[in-house]
Structures are given as structure tokens and as C-alpha cells.
């Protein structure tokens, strides 16, 4: 080797033994010095209050505040359309009105119980329908069933009913837009309808042809077929009928009356009395009911009675009334001879009476 290299590469070597020296001086820097103070240098640690190189990480810091929400994503491809679902009900046509587009169309009028067409301009009756109840073939259950039907165009009058499948048709009177049934009418200047009269007992009607709310007796074949859960009582003085309603669950009115059995009702003094104009009763005893009546230790059961009705007395008992209201009615200790209406003897509250009634029984 020639001289001029040789101290060429001397030098070399004395330059990178200075650097290595410098490097080992930086590492050993206090974590106090000035040096710490600044950033430390990319994979440098201070440690037990000196730098070092890769010898420990330090513990982990908190977690920095979220980044912005990023760009939203391309859409996703459209997914197989599903399976097609079920036919829907049909729609409501509306016919209020008639027009060109409703030309021929049926409709069924329940205002005037009619079939009508529309002609593109107006609705006109194609077919009048018979009358439910308007026949023996063509009978109703019940008036209440045929009040319902014709609503606002129902009248009173007669109609045909036939109240189970086991009877047959029969006519009657049907009353008001509640539909009421007539079952009886009592004179009760007549005897046809006593206590003791037949009449309670069979089952046959009496002058059924008497269909009003006239004075004629009748007895129609509602009295034992058709059932019930509400009474019309009414009785008609002067040319004035006055009405009570009241609420009784029976199989039909013979049910209750034929055999002859007690059966109470809760009504009231003050309402069975609203029946008659000026009506009179005794003080005491106050029963009600069908069949109702008493019977005396001494006479036995002949004083006051009544098939429906109220009874009252003068003494704190009843065996022995000498007042009624009521239809069916009998007073033979003093021989009345009312058999609907109001009677009333022995002090009663608003003097002696005997009103005679025509008396209405209805059901429904």
C-alpha cells in the first residue's frame, strides 16, 4: 500500500469512531435534560430517567377522538322481487247517486224494501218485494222482527207470524216501531174476562179477527206460542190509553198464568196506579203479580183478585183486599163485576172506585 492511501483510510476510521461516540453520548442523555424536553427521537424511550433505545415501551394512551364519518359506499344491487300476494276483497261501490257509468245496476232500496236499477240518470223501482209478514206463506217470527225490517215505513196493523217452526201461522196486531205483539184485549165492563174465566186456561183464541186498538175483546194465538222478555201494559179511559213497560223473561203468557201459581213482580204502587185516571188503593198488603190473590181463614178465596195486577188492603194483611189495578180482575165479596180496570172500597186513599178499563196486554 502506497502512503497517501493508508492515511486516507486512517482517517476513515477516526471519523466513524467519533460518531459512534456522539451516538452512545445521545443515548445516555438524563430524561430531565433539555434533551427530553424536545421530541425524542423515532424509537427512543425514556426509562428510569434515561433514554434507551428499544429496551421498554411505555404504557398506552387514551383513546384519541373519532375521525369523521367517511364517503357513503356505492349501493348495493337490488334484491329478487318477492312473490306476488293474494287477490284483495272487491271494492265498495258506492250508489249514492245515479249516473251513466252505474247504467244497469241492481241495488236493494231497505227504505221502501224494493229492488231498483239505475237507468244512467236516476234509480227506479224494478220490483216491489212482498212483505215479510204480509201472509199466511210469509210470515214473520215476531212483530219486533218486522218493525226492525221496515223501520221508518213500518205502520201498525196486522201482520202474519209464526214464532217457532212447530206453529202455525197466525195473525196479529203489531204495534209501534219496537215492535210489540198484541195478545189480549178486556173490556172490563165484560165478563169474558174474569178470574175465573176459561180463557186463562185454554189454549184457544177468542174473536182472534178483532185486530186494533179498538174496544173488542180478543184473545189471540200469541198468548201461548210466543215468547217474551218485556210487557205492554195499557188501559184505556175516557178515549185516553195510558201505557206501563216492564221487563219479564217467559216462554209465552200462558206460562206464567195457566196453572194458576203465584208469580211476583216488582213494578210499583205509583206505576201500576199511572194506568187509570183518579185511581184508588188501599194503604196496605201491596201485592203484585200473575195470579195474584188471597185467601181469607174465615171466607176462604173470595175477595179480590186479579190475573196481573196489584192488590191492596186497609189492615196490615192480605187475606183480605178490597182494591185491585189489574186485568183478569174479580171482587166477589162485593161484586164488582171489573174485570179490567180499578176497584177500591174500605178507606181507600183516594175514595171509593171502580174504573173500567179496556185493557191492552202486549209482549216483545
Avoid at 476513515?12 to 469512531?17: E, N, P
Avoid at 189471540?220 to 206460542?225: F, Q
Avoid at 162485593?334 to 179490567?340: D, M, R, T
Wanted: with cysteine; proline share 4%; hydrophobic share 30%.
Amino acid at each position: 500500500m502506497q502512503q497517501t492511501e493508508f492515511v486516507v483510510l486512517l482517517a476513515l476510521m477516526v471519523t466513524a469512531t467519533t460518531m459512534t461516540a456522539a451516538s452512545d453520548e445521545m443515548e445516555s442523555k438524563s430524561c430531565n435534560s433539555s434533551f427530553c424536553s424536545n421530541a425524542v427521537p423515532s424509537g427512543m424511550y425514556c426509562v428510569f430517567g434515561a433514554v434507551s433505545k428499544g429496551e421498554m415501551k411505555g404504557d398506552k394512551g387514551e383513546k384519541g377522538m373519532s375521525g369523521k364519518v367517511g364517503p357513503k359506499g356505492f349501493q348495493g344491487e337490488r334484491g329478487v322481487r318477492g312473490l306476488t300476494g293474494p287477490v284483495g276483497p272487491p271494492g265498495i261501490l258506492r250508489l249514492d247517486d245515479c249516473s251513466n257509468t252505474k247504467k244497469g245496476i241492481l241495488k236493494y232500496n231497505d227504505n221502501v224494501n224494493e229492488i231498483e236499477y239505475c237507468n244512467g240518470i236516476k234509480w227506479l223501482t224494478l220490483l216491489p218485494l212482498a212483505q215479510l209478514g204480509s201472509s199466511s206463506l210469509l210470515p214473520a217470527s215476531s212483530c219486533k222482527q218486522i218493525a226492525l225490517m221496515y223501520k221508518s215505513s213500518f205502520s201498525n196493523g196486522p201482520y202474519w207470524i209464526k214464532p217457532s217452526a212447530s206453529d202455525a201461522s197466525y195473525q196479529t196486531f203489531c204495534y209501534g216501531n219496537e215492535g210489540w205483539s198484541l195478545i189480549l184485549k178486556i173490556d172490563g165492563n165484560q165478563q169474558s174476562f174474569t178470574y175465573n174465566s176459561l180463557l186463562w186456561s185454554n189454549k184457544k183464541t177468542f174473536q182472534p179477527n178483532n185486530l186494533d186498538l179498538d174496544d173488542k175483546e180478543t184473545k189471540l194465538a200469541s198468548y201461548w206460542t210466543l215468547p217474551f222478555t218485556e210487557l205492554r201494559l195499557g188501559m184505556k179511559v175516557d178515549g185516553t190509553t195510558r201505557w206501563i213497560i216492564f221487563s219479564y223473561t217467559a216462554s209465552s203468557l200462558y206460562s206464567l198464568i195457566a196453572d194458576g201459581q203465584y208469580r211476583g213482580t216488582s213494578i210499583g204502587k205509583s206505576k201500576w196506579r199511572s194506568l187509570l185516571p183518579r185511581s184508588s188503593l188501599q194503604r196496605n198488603c201491596n201485592k203484585e203479580g200473575f195470579n195474584v190473590r188471597s185467601y181469607h181463614s174465615h171466607y176462604g178465596p173470595i175477595v179480590s183478585r186479579a190475573r196481573l195486577g196489584f192488590l191492596a188492603n186497609e189492615q196490615n194483611q192480605c187475606e183480605s183486599p178490597d182494591s185491585f189495578v189489574g186485568f183478569g180482575t174479580s171482587c166477589t165479596q162485593w161484586s164488582a163485576g171489573n174485570s179490567a180496570g180499578n176497584y177500591a172500597c174500605c178507606t181507600p186513599d183516594n175514595g171509593p172506585a171502580n174504573i173500567k178499563a179496556v185493557g191492552y196486554i202486549m209482549a216483545r
